[in-house]
């Protein structure tokens, strides 16, 4: 950038102070510096004479110098139009979660100890519990006012790995059930053969249901039973003697968003 460019740039460079919600200090990091001047998809953008660059890669390369077109810049605080310098950090497109690989990496989010993470050693083993539920990430990443990358992170073990080496035993073994029911369901064929179910897949049924993550129809796939057993099931037409059924007032109309197998992250053990 000339000294020219630099000016303009320069004049959209807000202030560092807090951003609300999404701001940086919600991980410890300090406030965000956000972008005043154009936003495309969240991102500042900033017209170097030729095109719109991305303001936040532009700044970084400015004080880093220049980067490889396979190399991005990622933002530590999750929020899209900051450009604060300590923020940013350069990634890797290649690597699927390279932010949240490079999360882990840095020692701000590598645990309770230094006292800079926002989420403590008992709300991971939390988010763990309530994902195993089936309660989606959205929802979880709302309850705890932090990014979704941020609850995928953890539950892939990009971040807060010694903390959760043994939820995420726990929870690859679900995630393998869900995989393998999922796998074998066309297999079983729906509806007709009377497949096989206990009572703690009632149980899970119905909380699956009750969290909004899954549909009758989601859930006949997932055990192998029709959408109308399921429905049955969860309002207890059938096996009634299992207590937990649902009442009818939480009864769903269909297209109801939910989550799916692609949501349940695989975790990396
Ligand atoms: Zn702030
Ligand atoms: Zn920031």
Redesign the pocket.
Known sequence: MNARRLRFFLRHVGEI????AL????YGL???QIWNGQINDGYGLFWNGNTDLAAHRLWFEHHHGPLAPEECVCHACDNRPCVRLDHLWKGDRTLNNADMVEKGRRAPFSGEKNGRARLAEADIHEIFRLRLLGVSNKTIAKKYDVGQSHITGILSGAIWADVSKEDRIAYQKAYDAILSANLSQASRGEGNAQTKITEADVVAMRQFYRDGTHTCIRLGKMFGLGDGHVNQIIFGKKWSHVPGALPESMRRGPGRKRASLTTFTKPIL
Not at 17 to 20: K, T, V
Not at 23 to 26: T, Y
């Open positions: 102070r807090c951003a609300g701001c940086g200090c919600r300090g406030h965000c």
